[in-house]
């Protein structure tokens, strides 16, 4: 079993999909997690066998700890070697502060925060088996500054590339890579749910210095350089892609 396998969260539309589908190009087997688009999922999953690579569809919501255990389990079985988990699964409950419940931090959290920490544990006794692996995870400018009813979001993404910064630590001696991505506005799936969604957009078309807004290829070409050899090196970094409109006050 020397077939390199990447785990992609949330890769059954968006950011995630275009990194599984890369990684597929690029000569991986699959695994396509997700929670609720299975229609999308198998229709990713039939992409990725076009370019004669495996496919396995795991649904699983990546907030419960024991979908985690038995989505590892799975892979294992299937394929015994994990070499790539990109962290992208993402979720979140979007309000003012003073109309969050407890309700919508723990879902936000789970998902957002927790995930990376117990998919990363799995994900490490796999990789380790093989020499190694890399991990990175999705984040977001809701980390660092102010973004209107983004507050239990933008703390879950602080968490995350907080989180990051241990796990390049505490991995580093198993040869594990662990960073993270940024992005500034990316018009996905995700981007339809946000309540003041136009204004960001407009916003970002505006204002970004690189005189256009980010794209998923521009997401997924920065996650392809930190799973590349040519950024060894970069450890616990989270970068910023964005067009430079987070450098405006």
């Known amino acids: 079993m020397t077939q390199k396998v990447a785990l992609i969260t949330g890769s059954s539309r968006g950011i995630g999909k275009a990194t599984a589908l890369r990684l597929a190009q690029e000569g ?30 795991v649904k699983a919501n990546v907030g419960d700890t024991a979908k985690i255990k038995d989505m590892f389990a799975q892979i294992e079985e299937e394929f015994g070697r994990l070499d790539v988990f990109v962290n992208n699964a993402a ?18 959290l789970n998902i957002n925060s927790k995930a990376l920490l117990f998919c990363a ?15 990175v995870s999705i984040s977001s400018l809701g980390a660092i500054r102010y973004l ?12 995350l590339e907080a989180l990051t ?18 992005g500034g506005a990316v018009d996905t799936e995700a981007l339809k749910h946000f309540p003041n969604r136009e204004e960001l957009l407009q916003e970002a078309k505006d204002k ?15 996650v392809m350089f930190l799973l ?22």
């Open 28 to 57: 991986y087997d699959i695994v396509i997690n997700y929670a609720r688009s299975k229609k999308s999922a198998l229709e990713t999953a039939e992409q990725i066998e076009s370019f004669g690579r495996k496919a396995l569809v």
């Open 208 to 222: 970004t210095p690189a005189g256009r807004m980010v794209e998923i290829d521009d997401m997924v070409n920065c």
């Open 228 to 249: 590349s050899d040519d950024s060894s090196m970069i450890r616990g970094q989270t970068i910023i892609v964005d067009g430079g409109i987070s450098l405006l006050v």
């Open 165 to 182: 910064r241990y796990l390049a630590v505490e991995l580093a001696p198993k040869n594990i890579v662990v960073n993270a991505v940024s």
């Open 148 to 159: 209107e009813n983004y507050t239990v979001v933008g703390v879950s993404k602080a968490a």
């Open 91 to 108: 979720s979140g409950v979007q309000r003012p502060v003073m109309e969050l419940e407890e309700s919508h931090w723990d879902w936000t």
């Open 121 to 135: 544990q799995e994900a490490a006794k796999l990789m380790e088996r093989n020499g190694g692996g890399k991990i």
